[in-house]
């Protein structure tokens, strides 16, 4: 009685089958939706286990057909699969072991530096220069002046270079060069600069760097034939500087990173430099605190260096980006006053070389520490409380020297000058100045 049910439930499951053969062969196609794909897989699937029973039926309604209509893309697929496998094994054995080492040879590079990162401090940023500005600014790799150091051969070199026989001063046993830089647009103030040295300062030589990065060095252009026809006397000169030398960032005038390379410049020639930016104007009193802050800055423990307070913290603007590079924290100068390098006055010294003038030239040169990403000019918000917290405002390169003063003198900051020398033309803000 079991044997007679068990079939009929096997007669009933061909019959379903027959059916769905019935109809695909009607179709003569391979069914479009993918319910009927489904459902066709399943009844199929089902039947496996009477296949062997009813083979010759399944071969005669085209069971056969059935498999290769649904399955021949998944044939295709498996069969180009194993293809390709083949092709590469034969063929891209020596390539895939080569890409192997290569892999393994960066991996264990990787590895070696951020190992050494770690012995260094947590992949801490340095100011490393490459060797060729080294040589052309006269430094050694340690910072230091390479004249104190046998150097003489570099230095005379950048003295035929830079220092023109105008510069001579035969009766000054200190002399000092007026410098400042000129930008395109920046005509009626050049003049009104040069006539006013010119005025308060008569017996100095006045310096004015073109620092046009559109024109190269060895042509002219109207702005150039203009600024030397501005500075046509025995005590005015005008220099252009080379941007083709330095690295690209350079030309980015709101950097102002040209500043600490004419002014070290100018120090590896042997005098005193009083740098003055375009905008600012000498005083009738400019003469006589000339002299005392000379007097200052070679006696007063300053290293050669006179500045004027800025009015702000240094970490007010200064990028938290910028400490790093100098190996330093922002904490150490919340109560470090900046100086405003609109005027400065510098003179030559291994100290002022090696301490301040290095660091200083090499952030400049480095573009990540001069402009670190996010850094801007505009958007100041000097209401934050504490003052000494970040403004939103960078300082590009017065920054850098601020920072390299704060290392240079930890304890104490004697180069801050009380007595003036010069006043702006105009409203004058350090953050926007050019």
Request: some cysteine; hydrophobic content about 40%; overall charge neutral.
């Amino acid at each position: 009685m079991i044997q007679e049910k068990q079939k009929v439930i096997l007669w009933e499951d061909f019959i379903r089958l027959q059916t769905s053969i019935v109809s695909f062969q009607k179709e003569r196609s391979c069914p479009a939706s993918s319910n009927s794909r489904i459902s066709i897989i399943i009844k199929i699937v089902y039947s496996i286990p009477m296949l062997p029973t009813f083979w010759p039926v399944g071969r005669e309604f085209g069971l056969y057909r059935i498999m290769a209509c649904k399955f021949r893309h998944f044939l295709a697929l498996v069969i180009s699969v194993g293809i390709t496998s083949l092709i590469l094994c034969i063929f891209g054995r020596d390539q895939t072991a080569v890409n192997l080492e290569q892999i393994v040879s960066e991996t264990h590079k990787q590895f070696e530096s951020l190992k050494a990162n770690l012995q260094n401090g947590d992949g801490a940023k340095r100011l490393e220069v490459e060797d060729k500005y080294i040589s052309m600014l006269g430094f050694n790799s340690d910072g230091v002046d390479l004249t104190s150091k046998g150097g003489s051969s570099i230095a005379s070199h950048l003295k035929n270079k830079f220092f023109v026989p105008e510069l001579e001063f035969q009766n000054e046993t200190l002399p000092v060069i007026i410098v400042s830089s000129v930008q395109k647009g920046q005509l009626l103030e050049a003049e009104e600069f040069i006539m006013n040295v010119q005025q308060f300062l008569p017996s100095k030589l006045v310096l004015l760097w073109n620092v046009d990065p559109s024109t190269p060095i060895e042509e002219d252009n109207d702005f150039s034939y203009s600024l030397k026809q501005l500075c046509n006397t025995s005590t005015c000169l005008v220099k252009r500087f080379n941007f083709e030398d330095y690295p690209e960032h350079l030309k980015d005038l709101t950097l102002r990173a040209y500043r600490p390379i004419i002014l070290q410049t100018l120090l590896d020639s042997g005098n005193c430099v009083l740098w003055l930016d375009i905008d600012r104007r000498l005083m009738r009193s400019s003469q006589l605190n000339l002299q005392q802050l000379l007097n200052l800055s070679q006696h007063g423990g300053s290293d050669g260096i006179i500045g004027w307070s800025a009015g702000h913290p240094t970490s007010s603007l200064t990028h938290p980006k910028m400490f790093p590079f100098f190996q330093t924290d922002v904490e150490n100068y919340y109560f470090h006053r900046m100086i405003d390098p609109s005027q400065l006055l510098l003179c030559k010294s291994n100290n002022l070389v090696s301490k301040v003038m290095h660091p200083w030239v090499a952030c400049t040169l480095k573009k990540d520490c001069v402009a670190p990403f996010g850094a801007q000019t505009s958007g100041c918000r000097f209401d934050k409380k504490p003052l000494y917290r970040y403004s939103g405002c960078h300082a590009y390169d017065a920054a850098a020297l601020n920072v390299a003063l704060g290392l240079a003198f930890p304890l104490h900051q004697p180069y801050i000058a009380r007595s003036s020398i010069s006043r702006p033309s105009q409203k004058y803000n350090l953050t926007t100045s050019s």
